[in-house]
T-cell receptor, first 108, second 112 residues
Framework: GEDVEQSLFLSVREGDSSVINCTYTDSSSTYLYWYKQEPGAGLQLLTYIFSNMDMKQDQRLTVLLNKKDKHLSLRIADTQTGDSAIYFCAVAWNKLIFGAGTRLAVHP | DVKVTQSSRYLVKRTGEKVFLECVQDMDHENMFWYRQDPGLGLRLIYFSYDVKMKEKGDIPEGYSVSREKKERFSLILESASTNQTSMYLC???????????FGQGTRLTVV
């Protein structure tokens, strides 16, 4: 079946860039998503990319998609303490398949 | 704004009880999903529904059932709650299967 993998933890200094990586197995995915979950809350859509795109930029967020390697990344520029959360990669075919989530910790 | 509302934020139930988790969405979405979230395991799909009275098993349906009598409401049922069903349960809806899913705030269920 489909599988989505992410590293579980990332720690960065405030003001640095964060890069969260994701690999997936289903090459027929049409949409790929990044969700953010803050403590005690549900998931909130952060950004997404269509499978026919290589890159998408949205303010401080940059999504890169390498379809050949089935690799998706999310770059957060100028990371702030408010960016501390769990970030989930999700790929969509007929349903959404989620990775385990990457906990981003931002320290001064 | 799309709103997905789960009936409870926190729930404590005893082993063997029948438990109902309710979810309502207000955007006329076709698809609704139930996930459970456990540390280090991410979100695992329990059941989903793509139409009224239709349901499909997800990755971990054992011990659960669902009901979708109306388009806006999707219920998750734990027939006989067990301690290994202690988890965060998240409901979501989407217009189509592959499009953006909107999530409820989650129900943290503890089975004692």
């Amino acid at each position: 079946g489909e599988d989505v993998e992410q590293s579980l933890f990332l720690s960065v200094r405030e003001g640095d860039s964060s890069v969260i990586n994701c690999t997936y197995t289903d090459s027929s995915s049409t949409y790929l998503y990044w969700y953010k979950q803050e403590p005690g809350a549900g998931l909130q859509l952060l950004t997404y990319i269509f499978s026919n795109m290589d890159m998408k930029q949205d303010q401080r967020l940059t999504v890169l998609l390498n379809k050949k390697d089935k690799h998706l990344s999310l770059r957060i520029a100028d990371t702030q303490t408010g960016d501390s959360a769990i970030y989930f990669c999700a790929v969509a075919w007929n349903k959404l398949i989620f990775g385990a989530g990457t906990r981003l910790a931002v320290h001064p | 704004d799309v709103k997905v509302t789960q009936s409870s934020r926190y729930l404590v139930k005893r082993t063997g009880e029948k438990v109902f988790l309710e979810c309502v969405q207000d955007m006329d979405h076709e698809n609704m999903f139930w996930y459970r979230q456990d540390p280090g395991l991410g979100l695992r799909l329990i059941y989903f529904s793509y139409d009224v009275k239709m349901k499909e098993k997800g990755d971990i349906p054992e011990g659960y059932s669902v009901s979708r009598e109306k388009k806006e409401r999707f219920s998750l049922i734990l027939e006989s709650a067990s301690t290994n069903q202690t988890s965060m349960y998240l409901c979501a809806s989407s217009l189509q299967g592959a499009t953006e899913a909107f999530f409820g705030q989650g129900t943290r269920l503890t089975v004692v």
